[in-house]
């Protein structure tokens, strides 16, 4: 693969090295029963920073068939609970912007509309687009005007010749995965309304940077944005960030909302202040970021080789591709760790990539019953600390490997986020959502219980 020289967003070529994690497998692909003899390819996990946009990306450009083999990743996966937050998220929108029959709607990576069906229900037109022919289908037949194309500049500007003009436009984490950003955000202003307002959710840099998740470093997220990077790239287009808000959705997200005319929002001006204020448009930020992510991974080594060394046995819980990043960043394979397990039925039998540790059912807990857990999903400790009280009560421990890798003391133990709303991502992974996009001020709430109300719509990792 060829070496990145150029920002994908500025072009700027001075591209300043964050963090090299080593070489990886792509964190989804887990390896099949069949393919255990073959060897994986392995690719450079680099991220590099901008000087000139200040926008973190990773080196390595892989192509969508080798990246996603056959599954497109914005599969379909839902649940009660996200589908009454579209519902809700559908209904503000229309209240706001005043949407009705001579309106449209369109969402980018709309998968089978199940966020679009939203507004044909109230008469509200709408468009998708989504590459993916599976979802495509199902979205048409249920009703959902959707195209099956890769959305870009010519798509849109085809469509605009069409007679298409937007009103509203979203894009739901997909802005992070999009290599060609450019000609991405280029579409969203060939579409638009001159008063029109698009909507786009991503993970927020801030969050990953504040929790040392590194281990959401991975292939398939090119870019890792803060308002500062994202910002140049919008008024490149003729697109202005107007508003935001903060979801605690996959650990941190950004719902921002930009328009062709500026008119800044009090929100977005104190996000923008305290951006400044942390330095995120320059090195000394980042370099801070991958101290603590090389010290992670010592700790974590050192933890877990002394309680190998004690006689201890030890487990991981989560078969995602976060677990891939940091398995195979901290080296713990075979020789540390016993397996890995998950309660997604469709991963047993496989082993992780990399370093191949096998995947089985969180049964395998009470059954074989190793002295520690490492929880590779930590972003979801609660529920799986809750769920594994059988494994606790026989003795069994956690281990919680960020941001400082440490033994769960139960006495002490307090539930990490509060009063949040659970949902399903429309890439399958399950995620938090609060009611009040308060997630930051909820996520250090610690002394509050979490909404168990929400819990009771948990669904498999
Ligand atoms: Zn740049």
Request: glycine share 6%; net charge negative; with cysteine.
């Amino acid at each position: 693969m060829a070496q990145l020289t150029h920002c994908r967003s500025c072009q700027g070529t001075r591209l300043h090295q964050i963090l090299d994690l080593g070489l990886h497998p792509i964190a989804n692909a887990l390896v099949e029963p069949g393919q255990r003899g073959q060897p994986e390819k392995l690719f450079p996990l680099v991220v590099v920073m901008c000087e000139e946009c200040s926008l973190l990306q990773v080196t390595e450009t892989i192509l969508p068939n080798v990246l996603f083999g056959r599954d497109y990743p914005y599969f379909s996966s839902f649940s009660p609970a996200l589908l009454s937050h579209s519902r809700s998220h559908a209904l503000a929108l229309v209240e706001s912007r005043k949407l009705g029959p001579d309106s449209l709607v369109v969402e980018v990576a709309s998968n089978d509309g199940y966020l679009l069906k939203n507004f044909v229900e109230i008469g509200v037109p709408v468009l998708g687009v989504d590459p993916a022919a599976g979802p495509v289908q199902a979205a048409q037949k249920s009703g959902v005007r959707t195209l099956q194309a890769f959305f870009d500049g010519d798509t849109a500007r085809q469509l605009a010749r069409e007679g298409y003009q937007a009103d509203v436009m979203l894009a739901k984490n997909v802005l992070a995965h999009v290599e060609n950003i450019n000609a991405f955000v280029e579409g969203f202003a060939a579409l638009l309304k001159e008063d029109g307002i698009a909507q786009f959710e991503f993970p927020y840099l801030r969050d990953l940077i504040e929790s040392c998740a590194f281990d959401t470093v991975y292939h398939e997220h090119v870019f890792y944005y803060s308002l500062t990077a994202l910002k140049p790239l919008f008024e490149h287009h003729g697109l202005y960030l107007n508003d935001v808000e903060h979801l605690a959705i996959h650990g941190g997200s950004l719902r921002l909302t930009v328009s062709r005319i500026e008119v800044k929002s009090e929100r977005l001006r104190s996000f923008e202040a305290e951006e400044a204020a942390l330095g995120m448009d320059g090195r000394t930020y980042y370099e801070t970021f991958a101290r603590c992510v090389r010290d992670v991974r010592e700790h974590l080594r050192a933890l877990v080789l002394e309680l190998r060394s004690a006689g201890k046995r030890i487990a991981a819980y989560g078969a995602a591709a976060k677990g891939a990043t940091l398995l195979n960043y901290a080296e713990l394979g075979g020789e540390t760790l016993a397996y890995v397990v998950d309660r997604n039925v469709h991963k047993l039998g496989k082993d992780m990539p990399g370093l191949r540790l096998p995947i089985r059912n969180v049964e395998t807990l009470l059954s074989d019953r190793p002295d520690y857990l490492l929880l590779l999903a930590w972003n979801f400790s609660d529920e799986i600390i809750a769920q594994q009280k059988a494994f606790s009560d026989l003795g069994g421990q956690f281990i919680i490997p960020v941001p400082k890798p440490h033994i769960v003391d139960l006495q002490q133990y307090t539930p990490r986020m509060a009063a949040a709303e659970l949902v399903v991502c429309s890439d399958g992974r399950a995620a938090w959502e609060t009611a009040r996009n308060k997630a930051r001020t909820t996520r250090r709430a610690m002394d509050s219980e979490p909404d168990r109300k929400w819990l009771s719509g948990l669904v498999p990792l």
